[in-house]
């Protein structure tokens, strides 16, 4: 496999080939993702939910998105790695922010990080950016700022959210991100911040006229089944599977039917 680099997936853009991301925590399921050809894997704050059970991303720290990321790097062979900057590691300046995108790719070796959020951030982005780090931007449902919004639906449904949008969208451009992802928007919005930027456009929510797609690993496998929006498509339904499977080995011990003749030393 070759390796997926920032460079790979603008390539992409301009040839038209749709990019595929995931979320990936640990190193036993980011070796499957990455041996699927996942083209990018996310380490994604959602790690705040989904591994750790807390019911917003805002607790996850840096050191744990550095231990999270560190598995993730041991497994991948060929998908492009990128972390997610937790809430409360780049907002306070552009200091803190490139301090924080440095020690991610020192002590995990991960390929990029992600921020969200526009305009209120450009120079702790560009700060990153100078540092050599490539940096992805994250627009529209920018779950770091639930208590300002107060919920979680479709984000930019009027007029001036969207403008400020695709403005923050050429912005990131201009100074240098190499993706951004779009959460949560107007199919029609994100269709047209795809076509006015030349970088890719990686939705979730956001419609089929983007350049990639990502979910939550978790979600999609259905291992995860108390949150169903619209955009979620499950390939899988472990959480009833893994139910069964897990309901069956407890039978098995409890009628002594594990371990039978050939089980044993
Ligand atoms: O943390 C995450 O999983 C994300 C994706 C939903 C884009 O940021
Ligand atoms: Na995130």
């Given at each position: 496999y070759k390796r997926v680099t920032v460079k790979t997936l603008v390539d992409m853009k301009a040839r038209g080939e749709k990019i595929s991301m995931l979320t990936a925590y640990d190193y036993t399921m980011a070796k499957i993702v990455d041996g699927a050809g996942v083209d990018v894997m996310l380490v994604g704050d959602s790690a705040s939910n989904v591994m750790a059970g807390y019911e917003t991303t805002l607790p996850i720290t840096l050191d744990h998105m550095i231990y999270h990321a560190s598995s993730v790097v041991r497994a991948a062979n060929r998908a492009l790695i990128v972390v997610d900057l937790p809430f409360?590691?780049?907002?306070?300046?552009p200091k803190e922010a490139l301090r924080s995108a440095i020690r991610i790719m020192k002590e995990s070796r991960a390929h990029s990080v992600k921020l969200e959020g526009g305009k209120e951030i450009k120079e702790s982005i560009k700060r990153i950016l100078n540092a050599g780090i490539p940096v992805m931007g994250h627009l529209g449902l920018?779950?770091?700022s639930i208590y300002k919004f107060g919920t979680y639906t479709v984000r930019a449904k009027e007029e001036q959210e969207a403008k400020r949008l695709i403005a923050d969208a050429k912005m990131l451009e201009r100074i240098g991100c190499y993706a951004i992802v779009l959460e949560k928007i107007p199919a029609q919005l994100a269709k047209e911040v795809a076509e006015s930027v030349s970088i890719p456009i990686i939705g979730i929510g956001a419609?089929?006229?983007?350049d990639g797609q990502v979910l939550v690993l978790h979600d999609m496998l259905g291992m995860t089944h108390e949150f169903h929006p619209r955009f979620l498509r499950r390939y899988l339904n472990l959480y009833e599977d893994m139910t069964t499977a897990i309901g069956q080995y407890v039978d098995d011990v409890k009628t002594a039917d594990f371990p039978n003749e050939e089980e044993k030393y």
């Open positions: 409360g590691s780049y907002q306070s300046d920018t779950p770091q419609g089929p006229d983007v």
